[in-house]
C-alpha cells in the first residue's frame, strides 16, 4: 500500500501564476481533505471532497479550488498566487463513513516569488 | 466552531527529564490526534484518542484524553534528543476535518 502520495514534492511559482497540487489517497479511502501550513503554523483546513463534489470548506477565498476524480484522487488549482500562499500543503485521505483516522500525504512546498 | 490550544509554543528540556504538552479544546470533539512533525516534512500520526479516560504509550510518549475537562495531554519521559521536532494536537470534527493546534516546538539539548 502506497499510502497517500502527492505530487510535486516542491514547486516555485511567479505571483499572478496559476498552480495545481496532486493527490492519490490510500488505497481503500474515498474522502480527500486539503491543508495548508505556513511557515510555524499548525495546518489550516482548506476544503474536502467526497463524491467528486466539495463537502465541508475552511476559511479560504475562491482562489482556491478542487477536484476529485472517480477513482478518488484530488487536485488542488490556486490562481492568481500571492505571496501569501507560499506555504506546505497536505492532502489527508479518509473513509467518510465510520471511524477511520486520516492519513496524510508528504505535502507540496509551494513557493510564491 | 472547534478551536485548539496548545502550550508550551516552545520547549526545551535537557535529555532525561520528563514534560508534558498540554492540548485544550473547545467543544466536543469526536476524537483526538497527535502528529508529530520533523522541519520540512509531514505529520506523523503518534495517537489516536477515542474516549474518555482513553491513555496510550508508545516508547518514551503517552498520551491521555480527558473529554470532560477537554484537556489531552502528551508526556514525555527521559527525553531523548531523537525526540526533537514539533508536536500538533488535532481535534476532529464531523466528517473528518481536523483542527489543529498551534503546535509545540520541543528542543532536546544533550
Known amino acids: 500500500d502506497a499510502g497517500v502520495t502527492q505530487s510535486p514534492t516542491h514547486l516555485i511559482k511567479t505571483r499572478g501564476q496559476q498552480v495545481t497540487l496532486r493527490c492519490s489517497p490510500k488505497s481503500g479511502h474515498d474522502t480527500v481533505s486539503w491543508y495548508q501550513q505556513a511557515l510555524g503554523q499548525g495546518p489550516q483546513f482548506i476544503f474536502q471532497?467526497?463524491?467528486?463534489?466539495?463537502?465541508q470548506r475552511g476559511n479560504f477565498p475562491d482562489r482556491f479550488s478542487g477536484h476529485q476524480f472517480p477513482n478518488y484522487s484530488s487536485e488542488l488549482n490556486v490562481n492568481a498566487l500571492l505571496l501569501g500562499d507560499s506555504a506546505l500543503y497536505l492532502c489527508?485521505?479518509?473513509?467518510?463513513?465510520?471511524?477511520?483516522?486520516?492519513?496524510f500525504g508528504q505535502g507540496t512546498r509551494l513557493t510564491v516569488v | 466552531e472547534l478551536k485548539v490550544e496548545q502550550n508550551p509554543l516552545f520547549l526545551s528540556m535537557q535529555e532525561g527529564k520528563n514534560y508534558t504538552i498540554y492540548c485544550n479544546y473547545s467543544t466536543t470533539s469526536d476524537r483526538l490526534y497527535w502528529y508529530r512533525q520533523d522541519p520540512g516534512k509531514s505529520l506523523e500520526s503518534l495517537f489516536v484518542?477515542?474516549?474518555?479516560?482513553a491513555v496510550k504509550q508508545e516508547g518514551r510518549l503517552m498520551a491521555s484524553l480527558d473529554t470532560k475537562a477537554r484537556l489531552s495531554t502528551l508526556h514525555i519521559t527521559a527525553a531523548v534528543h531523537d525526540l526533537s521536532a514539533t508536536y500538533f494536537c488535532a481535534g476532529v470534527q464531523p466528517n473528518e476535518k481536523l483542527t489543529f493546534g498551534t503546535g509545540t516546538r520541543l528542543t532536546i539539548i544533550p
Open positions: 471532497y467526497y463524491e467528486e463534489e466539495e463537502r
Open positions: 484518542l477515542l474516549s474518555n479516560g
Open positions: 489527508a485521505s479518509s473513509l467518510l463513513r465510520g471511524v477511520t483516522e486520516a492519513f
